[in-house]
């Protein structure tokens, strides 16, 4: 497969910012058309992409165009269906996170993607920036993993994400339980403080130990009651220290017995100052393509999805 096929459905923000910007770069993608409902915005998006046609039907699209992938960014209570669709026709889907409402919905996407040999990948680009992914290298380099710590804070303590058609935890804060997971493997136990602060009527910290299937541990420090936006990690193995603040001006910085510590910024990992490619997003469309130009499915599918949904689930359901 010399170009694989894209048809994209949704021109919103973060499909304009990072997702199609990603796609753009790629000589192995041809971005064949794009679905959205709203004609000013359909129209802007393919007009700033080159992409040659445009349809306000998502099935429409996918029949006349049979393409190879379908991109569909949408908000999680609408993309099931769409996605769904798009399965059963055989073709390959990237969404952003979250994956569905629940983690059921997450589940049904991964039977389907089975049952039609489709390759999936989840917006989780957390996994793929290049300084966490360069911290993580090395501290599988020093020696197994026994703490990772995933901190996550905001200052949004009454949130409500879709008119409160999803819970925070599995919309946003799931992408630190989801990095929790990358860094240390599957949880086999958690416990949780989970509560709400001020006069919300909501929840907006999560708290939680874990143990990893390999007998490190876990923290997840996440609280949309603070007083700024924080999103930082650290990895911990015999001999090695790693703090890691992935923001564009970030840096990690990883110490190691008898040795200076070390500093590398997000920008030196990258190897560019592109937000998309700084954050991780280049490098999770990157991995989708390659994954279908290879025939084997991505690590982080909508079956490897459903786990950090659960993750989520027992973190409420394990509230001390």
């Not at 992409?49 to 445009?54: K, Q, S, Y």
Request: proline share 5%.
């Amino acid at each position: 497969m010399e170009k694989v096929k894209v048809a994209l459905i949704g021109a919103g923000a973060m499909a304009n910012s990072v997702h199609y910007p990603s796609l753009a770069e790629m000589a192995d993608v041809q971005m064949v058309a794009l679905c959205d409902l709203v004609p000013e915005k359909r129209e802007e998006t393919a007009l700033r992409f080159g992409i040659p046609r445009t349809y306000s039907d998502y099935r429409e699209m996918v029949q006349k165009e049979n393409p190879d992938a379908v991109y569909v960014l949408m908000p999680p209570y609408h993309l099931f269906d769409a996605a769904v669709y798009c399965l059963q026709q055989g073709k390959h889907v990237f969404v952003e996170k979250p994956p569905a409402v629940t983690t059921f919905q997450t589940l049904e996407l991964a039977n389907w993607a089975e049952a039609k040999a489709c390759v999936t990948q989840i917006g989780f680009n957390r996994r793929y920036i290049p300084l966490l992914v360069k911290v993580r290298e090395m501290q599988r380099e020093a020696g197994d993993l026994n703490l990772a710590v995933s901190t996550f804070y905001k200052a949004q303590p009454d949130a409500l994400y879709y008119n409160g058609a999803i819970d925070v935890l599995h919309c946003d804060a799931i992408h630190a339980v989801d990095a929790l997971r990358w860094m240390g493997g599957d949880v086999v136990a958690v416990g949780s403080h989970v509560s709400g602060s001020g006069e919300t009527p909501r929840l907006n910290r999560w708290l939680a130990v874990m143990e990893f299937e390999d007998g490190g541990s876990g923290v997840l420090l996440t609280n949309w009651d603070s007083g700024t936006r924080v999103h930082t990690f650290e990895m911990h193995a015999p001999g090695f220290a790693a703090f890691v603040n992935p923001d564009a001006d970030g840096q990690a910085v990883v110490h190691r017995p008898g040795k200076d510590p070390l500093t590398i910024t997000s920008v030196e990992a990258a190897g560019s100052d592109q937000w998309h490619k700084v954050y991780g997003f280049f490098g999770e469309s990157r991995n989708f393509i390659d994954c279908i130009k290879a025939g084997v499915d991505s690590d982080c599918s909508f079956a490897d999805a459903a786990r950090s949904m659960a993750l989520a689930d027992d973190i409420l359901a394990g509230m001390i």
